[in-house]
């Protein structure tokens, strides 16, 4: 390879002293981004942790350039994705409401503690083929107390959780979600998402009541911040028998506007 005559005076030349100095930046930010490999996005909290008497010891060249790799890292560490940052309450809280020792409403041999939990089962199932984080208040045959379900709603981004309606009149029917009035669009997309399934009518407002207007009055799981969908009457003979026959699918409907909420909060 044959150099050009004036090589020793190429330091000279615009475009040598451009290509020298892009490459040094290139270099600079290749040394930045394997530091914040190196020390992920604490190199600036490591460097203003070394004392001054070590940093004295440095050549004066080093400790200026070691700062001003030190204000690069600490804009991409900036930039970088913390999900501590954004994935805050990026969770989903669903449970069954009664619990083992409390059966809820009972017809015959069927007690509501038992089918809510069949419906969060299902729904968790739902939600991790989705790969959606959730919590619930317990898994399989396991249905712990209110208490347990009141602080896990505390800190997710959606909490819901599933009750079965009673009453003395065999011929009431129908599905709603009781909840707070910022949730009411929430709570009529849950309502007629089992109601579809199910075949049944929307209670209150298409399917959504406001506590206030609930005939249980202040209840803890909903000023928590969650949601408790009432998935029909387990008194009405011909509503048990579709939730029997058909609350997978139901489940399924649920975990859907489950998923199609997290999506819209990311």
């Known amino acids: ?17 451009v290509g020298a100095l892009s490459a ?18 604490n190199f600036p909290q490591f460097w203003a942790a070394v004392p001054q008497e070590i940093k004295e010891l ?3 060249s080093w400790v200026l350039w070691l700062g001003f790799l030190n204000n690069i890292l600490s804009v991409i560490s900036r930039l970088k994705y913390q999900p501590e940052l954004h994935d805050v309450n990026q969770f989903v809280t669903i449970t069954a409401g009664h619990s083992n020792s409390d059966p809820g409403a009972v017809n015959g041999k069927y007690k509501e503690a038992e089918l809510v939990r069949q419906f969060r089962n299902a729904v968790a199932h739902y939600l991790a083929a989705a790969g959606l984080t ?10 712990l107390p209110l208490t347990n379900a009141i602080a896990l709603a505390k800190g997710a981004s ?10 003395t009149n065999s011929q009431a029917n129908g599905i709603e979600t009781i909840a707070l009035p910022k949730d009411k669009i929430l709570a009529q997309k849950l309502s007629k998402a089992v109601a579809d399934v199910f075949g049944s009518r929307l209670r209150g407002q298409n399917g959504w009541i ?4 609930s005939a249980r009055g202040r209840l803890g799981f909903i000023n928590a911040g969650g949601l408790i969908v009432e998935l029909g009457f387990i008194s009405n003979a011909t509503e048990l028998a579709t939730f029997h026959s058909k609350y997978w699918s139901a489940a399924k409907a649920v975990a859907q506007v489950i998923i199609e909420h997290e999506k819209a909060l990311t």
């Open 58 to 60: 440095l050549p004066h």
């Open 24 to 41: 040094f930046f290139y270099a600079l930010m290749y040394a930045a981004f394997e530091l914040l490999w190196l020390f992920g996005s």
């Open 158 to 167: 959606i909490a819901i959780e599933f009750h079965m309606n009673a009453s």
């Open 134 to 143: 959730y919590k619930t208040d317990g898994a399989g045959t396991i249905n």
């Open 210 to 213: 406001d506590q206030s207007e």
């Open 1 to 17: 390879m044959k150099l050009i005559d004036n090589w020793k005076q190429a330091w000279k030349l615009k475009s040598v002293q």
